[in-house]
């Protein structure tokens, strides 16, 4: 039987494969996109926001953004998202960049601007970005057609 306080095989093991993917994912993203997926901000649905966008990717990820307006400018940004690392990385930093700036403002994000916001993205992680502003922009089309209507 084993004392308390001294790790088991398995422990060993799962800090071995922690270790491992850290090292992993430090030698793939920048030190922003690791702490945006780690503590993403403003995750979570909105209750009644002023406008809304939802887009499924094509690799499979689902992105939903939420803003909360005081005229035409966002006051408040968050976002849902069924997808991966990157994915969660772009939707925080995308909300973050979006608040308190004009809705105008907010449609002239590029992709390339997000991606430079996170210090860069591997190849394989740049739909995200896409898929991110591709969101946002559907939120800000959604609001203009219901403040038309």
Request: with cysteine; aromatic share 6%; glycine share 6%.
């Amino acid at each position: 039987m084993e004392h308390q306080g001294e790790a088991t095989d398995f422990e060993r093991m799962v800090t071995e494969l922690q270790r491992q993917i850290i090292e992993q994912a430090r030698a793939l993203y920048s030190a922003k996109v690791i702490e945006e997926f780690y503590n993403p901000k403003n995750l979570g649905r909105m209750s009644a926001p002023d406008a809304r966008g939802s887009v499924h990717g094509w690799c499979g990820d689902t992105m939903e953004i939420y803003l909360r307006l005081n005229e035409d400018r966002i006051k408040e940004a968050t976002f849902m998202t069924d997808g991966c690392g990157p994915t969660v990385a772009c939707g925080s930093m995308l909300t973050t960049m979006v608040t308190e700036i004009s809705l105008e403002e907010a449609s002239e994000i590029k992709p390339e601007d997000l991606i430079a916001a996170l210090d860069g993205l591997p190849e394989e992680s740049l739909h995200c970005a896409e898929l991110a502003v591709s969101t946002l922009r559907e939120a800000i089309a959604n609001w203009h057609a219901e403040d038309r209507a």
